[in-house]
Structures are given as structure tokens and as C-alpha cells.
């Protein structure tokens, strides 16, 4: 477990607890492949932030919990669906539930994790902020998968950007939200942790794309490389091509259609040298700061230094 989060860490064990207890099914199969992702690990760092922003009020385990639940099958469920979509043959360093039951298998476990997520909500709370934050949100994270479809092999920084908000930044931002929701924080305590999450999960993924090309790739557990490999264009790479003496030749690369191992690695090579993941840290940065100064109107406890440390794992993290 990250050090940031002991100070939800036994409540955390709960969360694993119960979130292996809600993955079974009379169906085998289903169980299986759920139970699966499961055992593959995670930082649960969703659920994390749910306990944390719930700490600034009123802190019961108990009225946070469903939600902590939700938000983990939710993002368990953009995990499944996207493996299908990317056609990714592992996940978190073992076989993704696509390469050992295929297609139609992922695409239906996805979905029974999303409808799971969503039952919990409803039998749990009564305000309807719960189903209305995330269902948004998960309608988002469809919308950023359309982007990054519709926008292959093709460098456009507003696209980017639109991206990252729907595909990583939203439902970050919901489980700050809602954490806090659930325990009766009032409007401004909650809009205020909401948007941190929104800049803490904007430079989540900036970092995530940064790593994607220098990251050692047992740490990370996938390949090195896999975005350009599907045809998705980076920030490290979109400023690459704004400042590159070889411009050309970098866009060459990464609009092919079709590209070998030989084409990511050059891509990647003429990203690091022009500058390309140094330029997209500073982007990463601004959207830091901004999560800092949000945390800064917020009671002193230690919730709030361990978001501060959350901040700080962004930057400097590995995996």
C-alpha cells in the first residue's frame, strides 16, 4: 500500500473485503472473470480518495462505503471494456481477462461491473447526487473513448485534453466528490474536493502518458510504448512536434497506420530528445499546483496532507 494512504488504511481492508465479496456470481464464468481483475491488484487509489475526502466530515465507514465500492467496479469496468477496445493482452503485468476469455466475455464482464456499481448506489442513498455524478461521468468516459477512436494517429492538443477530462480526470473527480457527499460535507467542502481530484487526475494521466515512454516496463505492467503502438497521440508527443528540429520526420512516425517496433522506438527517441517529456511534466505541474492551491482552503487534518502527498506521488511516481 502506498504510504499516502495510511491513514485510511484499515478502512481500505475493508473496501478489499467487500469488494471481493460484491464480485461473486451464481454465474461461474462471470465470477471467474471478475474475481480475475480483482486478483490482479490495484492501487485502489478511487476508493482512497472517496475515504480520504470523507474524513472533512462527520467520518462513518459506513456511509462510505458503497460508494468507495462503486467508484472501484466503475473504474474495474473502464479497465475490462478498454483492454477489449485496445486489444490489450495484459493488465497490471498479467493476461487481461480479453486474452483468456476473448471479446465477448470482457465486453459483458464490463458491463455486469458497471450495472453492479449502480445497484450499489441506488440501494444505499437516497440523494440522487450518487447515481447523477457518476453516471455522468461514466457517460463522459464513453465520450472519451469515441476521442480517442475518432482521433487516431492524429496530434490535436484540444482533443487531448478533452480526452484525459472524460477518460481519467472525471472519475477521479467524482470520488473526491462523493466521498465527501456521503458523509453530509457541505456544498463547499465537496465542490472544493472535487476539484482537486479534477486537477489531481488530469496530471494522473499527463504522468500515466509520460511513462508510457520511459517507464521500466516490469514495473509498469505493459509494454513501453503501447499508445503510439494503438495509434494514440500523447501530450509528450503533441509538444514534441511544436519544438522538434525533426518535426516531419516525428509526424511521419506516429500518423502511420501501420508501425513496427522500429518506428515506436524512433518516435520515442526523437520525443525525449527535443524535449517532449520534459515539456508535458511542466504541463502536469500547472495542473499540480492547482490541486495544492485547492487543498489550501480546507481544514488542517490529516486527510488533507495525505491529498497533498497524493500530489506529490503524481509527480514523482514510477508505475
Known amino acids: 500500500m502506498l504510504p499516502l494512504l495510511e491513514v485510511v488504511r484499515g478502512d481500505l481492508d475493508v473496501v478489499e473485503r467487500e469488494l471481493h465479496a460484491v464480485l461473486d456470481s451464481p454465474n461461474e464464468l462471470l465470477a471467474e472473470a471478475s474475481s480475475h481483475l480483482f486478483r490482479a491488484g490495484g492501487k485502489r487509489l478511487r476508493p482512497a480518495f472517496a475515504l480520504l475526502a470523507a474524513k472533512f466530515h462527520n467520518y462513518d465507514l459506513k456511509k462510505v462505503l458503497p460508494v468507495a465500492l462503486s467508484l ?16 490489450s493482452g495484459l493488465r497490471r503485468g ?28 441506488l440501494s444505499n442513498y437516497d440523494n440522487p447526487i450518487f447515481i447523477n455524478v457518476l453516471a455522468h461521468t461514466c457517460m463522459k468516459m464513453c465520450e472519451g473513448e469515441i476521442i480517442q477512436f475518432s482521433g487516431t494517429n492524429r496530434s490535436d492538443l484540444r482533443d ?17 466528490q462523493l466521498g465527501a ?37 516490469e514495473q509498469l505492467g505493459k509494454p513501453v510504448g503501447g499508445d503510439l503502438r494503438q495509434g494514440i497521440i500523447t501530450l509528450p508527443v503533441i509538444l514534441a512536434l511544436s519544438v522538434s528540429p525533426q518535426r516531419e520526420r516525428l509526424l511521419t512516425l506516429v500518423e502511420k497506420e501501420q508501425k513496427t517496433e522500429e518506428d515506436i522506438q524512433e518516435a520515442i527517441r526523437l520525443t525525449k530528445e527535443c524535449g517532449g517529456i520534459d515539456l508535458a511534466l511542466q504541463v502536469a505541474e500547472k495542473y499540480l499546483a492547482k490541486a495544492r492551491t485547492c487543498l489550501q482552503t480546507l481544514p488542517d487534518i490529516p486527510a488533507r496532507r495525505s491529498l497533498f502527498e497524493a500530489a506529490e506521488f503524481v509527480r514523482i511516481r514510477s508505475y
Request: with cysteine.
Open 181 to 217: 457527499v456521503a458523509t453530509g460535507a457541505p456544498p463547499q467542502v465537496y465542490n472544493t474536493l472535487g476539484r482537486f481530484g479534477y486537477c489531481l487526475g488530469m496530471a494522473f494521466q499527463i504522468t500515466d502518458d509520460v511513462l508510457d515512454m520511459v517507464a521500466d516496463q
Open 160 to 176: 487531448y485534453l478533452r480526452r484525459i477530462r472524460c477518460k481519467t480526470a472525471l472519475l477521479i473527480r467524482a470520488s473526491c
Open 94 to 121: 498479467l493476461p487481461s481477462i480479453k486474452a483468456l476469455w476473448g471479446n465477448r466475455v470482457s465486453t459483458h464482464t464490463g458491463d455486469y461491473l458497471f450495472a453492479k456499481c449502480m445497484i450499489i448506489l
Open 72 to 87: 472501484e467496479l466503475a473504474h474495474m469496468a473502464t479497465l475490462v471494456h478498454d483492454d477489449v477496445v485496445d486489444g
